[in-house]
């Protein structure tokens, strides 16, 4: 896969360059995985505010033992919505707008949970 996208260099500064480019890119895979979990509970996320990078995931779980969940964003440059949530599921959301966002629960209208997301 790398060689497709990065042409193979004949000497030894070709593979240099070569090596330096697709560990970058493997960094960079590595931290677009980095995820933070939101607990549901008690009628609260947990906790109320995060502050995390552009394509970061938060991972949305149900822990209250017989209560739904409904998390839902809706934005202008971002939303998104998880239905109604089963105690003991979740759900990721990739984060891919950098902004400020309140996070919402369609049943539960107290509970917010303040997103900032960086660069």
Do not use: W
């Amino acid at each position: 896969m790398v060689a497709r996208l990065l042409p193979l260099r004949e000497g030894r500064f070709g593979l240099q360059i070569t090596a330096v480019v697709t560990g970058g890119l493997l960094a960079g895979a590595a931290l677009g995985a980095t995820s933070y979990t939101i607990s549901q509970k008690d009628r609260e996320f947990r906790p109320r505010e995060i502050i995390i990078k552009r394509g970061e995931t938060l991972r949305f779980v149900n822990d209250d033992g017989e209560l739904l969940h409904h998390a839902y964003l809706s934005a202008e440059t971002f939303d998104f919505d998880t239905g109604d949530q089963q105690p003991g599921s979740q759900f990721d959301v990739v984060f891919s707008v950098a902004g400020d966002y309140t996070v919402m629960c369609g049943i539960h209208p107290k509970m917010k949970l303040g997103v900032h997301v960086t660069k």
